[in-house]
């Protein structure tokens, strides 16, 4: 199934995909996916965004079918010892 899955990120915007799975869980778990391993490419830092999964077909206004918010936190390296 073809779910319409929107992409919401701080500063750039709202973004709307489309991606084929058979289950609305499954669109959001492989977006999060996708797009963690792009903020892991960044530099050292923190990230947030909110991915929404719609029905196809879905109306503006429309509930979501699942949504999640996720912060995305990433380190240079070992904390130095004192």
């Not at 959001?28 to 903020?39: I, Q, S, V």
């Not at 029905?55 to 995305?72: F, K, Y």
Request: proline share 9%; aromatic share 4%.
């Amino acid at each position: 199934m073809e779910w319409k899955v929107e992409v919401d990120i701080p500063g750039i915007g709202p973004r709307m995909l489309t991606v084929d799975k058979p289950h609305a869980s499954d669109a959001l778990e492989d977006t999060k996916a996708r797009l963690n391993e792009m903020f892991l490419q960044l530099p050292a830092g923190s990230a947030s965004y909110t991915v929404a999964v719609f029905e196809p077909g879905h109306r503006a206004g429309d509930a979501s079918v699942c949504a999640e918010r996720i912060t995305l936190v990433t380190e240079v390296g070992p904390k130095p010892r004192d």
